[in-house]
């Protein structure tokens, strides 16, 4: 690597789109070498508006550009931007974190050509203090979310189910299982319990609830650990993207945090 790390992004929606801004806006130690989309055309069209427009490729060419791989796609093209980063021994920056519990073997992948996989935080909070507490024994981890119902619209999960939300009027309790489950059930929406799974003590121990409510403006995720060293509850509430309601506009800020930490001659947190 030199010493200003290249950066390629995997999606160019509202969360690619906001990361790259950023970067070409200018981050020491980083910049942007390369997107990729799934309208190349209309990404093409976008990146005009750059400071230091960059080349729209596929997916499956972005290890050839970055040092870093940030993928902030759908889910269904996740192993294309995630196998080629990782046997190339790239920096691997997934944001579909639930991805890694369908391909639990990347960790593997990356291990065995030198890579890493660095998971921002996302929409979440407290994942150090987790991590902290999984040195010691935690006993139980839980998840309440709470999502205005657009933000669930689509989930493969209400569908299976026949779970309609048009007009709901009152809050209804859409899912309860392990993260596992709930990350394949609602892809777009909990990639932060698989976070939270992956962070403590997996995605078959970590217990979830999914809630649309009509009530509230905010994705909202309370969190409650125990363990032997700490009991803690936690609450956090994202304002949705006007973009894509089903992330928060958190999401690409902790992207952005995250690339900064890789480079920051000082680091806080575990």
Same mark, same amino acid.
């Given at each position: 690597?030199?010493?200003? %790390?290249?950066?390629?992004?995997?999606?160019?929606?509202?969360?690619?789109?906001?990361?790259?801004?950023?970067?070409?806006?200018?981050?020491?130690?980083? %910049?942007? &070498? &390369?997107?990729?989309a799934?309208? =190349?055309?209309?990404?093409?069209?976008?990146?005009q508006?750059?400071?230091?427009?960059?080349?729209?490729?596929?997916?499956?060419?972005?290890?050839?550009?970055?040092?870093?791989?940030?993928?902030c796609?759908?889910?269904?093209?996740?192993?294309?931007?995630?196998?080629?980063?990782?046997?190339?021994? =790239?920096?691997?920056?997934p944001?579909s974190?639930?991805?890694?519990?369908? %391909?639990p073997?990347?960790?593997?992948?990356?291990?065995?050509? %030198?890579?890493?996989?660095?998971?921002?935080?996302?929409?979440?909070?407290?994942?150090?203090?987790?991590?902290?507490?999984?040195?010691?024994?935690?006993?139980?981890?839980?998840?309440?979310?709470?999502?205005?119902?657009?933000?669930?619209?689509?989930?493969?999960?209400?569908?299976?189910?026949?779970?309609?939300?048009?007009?709901? &009027?009152?809050?209804?309790?859409?899912?309860?299982?392990?993260?596992?489950?709930?990350? =394949?059930?609602f892809?777009?929406?909990?990639?932060?319990?698989?976070?939270?799974?992956? &962070?403590?003590?997996?995605?078959?121990?970590t217990?979830?609830?999914?809630?649309?409510?009509?009530a509230?403006?905010r994705?909202?995720?309370?969190i409650?650990?125990?363990?032997?060293?700490?009991?803690?509850?936690?609450?956090?509430?994202?304002?949705?993207?006007?973009?894509?309601?089903?992330?928060?506009?958190l999401?690409?800020?902790?992207?952005?945090?995250?690339? =900064?930490?890789?480079?920051?001659?000082?680091?806080?947190?575990?």
């Open positions: 690597m030199t010493s200003s %790390h290249s950066v390629a992004i995997g999606g160019f929606g509202a969360i690619g789109m906001a990361v790259a801004r950023k970067l070409d806006e200018g981050i020491a130690g980083l %910049h942007l &070498a &390369a997107v990729s799934r309208d =190349r055309e209309a990404a093409s069209y976008r990146m508006n750059f400071r230091k427009p960059v080349p729209v490729i596929a997916a499956g060419e972005l290890a050839e550009y970055g040092d870093i791989v940030v993928e796609a759908p889910a269904a093209v996740f192993a294309e931007i995630a196998e080629p980063a990782l046997k190339a021994g =790239r920096i691997f920056m944001l974190i639930g991805q890694l519990l369908v %391909h073997d990347y960790e593997d992948l990356a291990r065995a050509n %030198h890579g890493r996989i660095i998971a921002p935080t996302g929409a979440l909070l407290g994942l150090d203090a987790v991590r902290a507490a999984a040195e010691g024994t935690i006993e139980s981890v839980t998840m309440v979310t709470r999502k205005p119902p657009g933000g669930l619209a689509g989930a493969p999960y209400l569908e299976q189910q026949g779970i309609s939300l048009d007009g709901l &009027a009152k809050p209804l309790k859409v899912f309860e299982g392990t993260a596992r489950e709930g990350a =394949r059930g892809p777009a929406n909990v990639n932060v319990a698989a976070a939270l799974s992956l &962070a403590g003590i997996g995605p078959d121990r217990r979830l609830e999914i809630w649309a409510d009509p509230v403006t994705n909202t995720h309370v409650t650990v125990e363990a032997d060293s700490v009991r803690f509850e936690m609450k956090i509430e994202n304002v949705p993207s006007v973009e894509n309601p089903r992330t928060g506009k999401t690409p800020l902790s992207v952005i945090a995250a690339l =900064r930490g890789l480079v920051s001659p000082m680091r806080i947190g575990t």
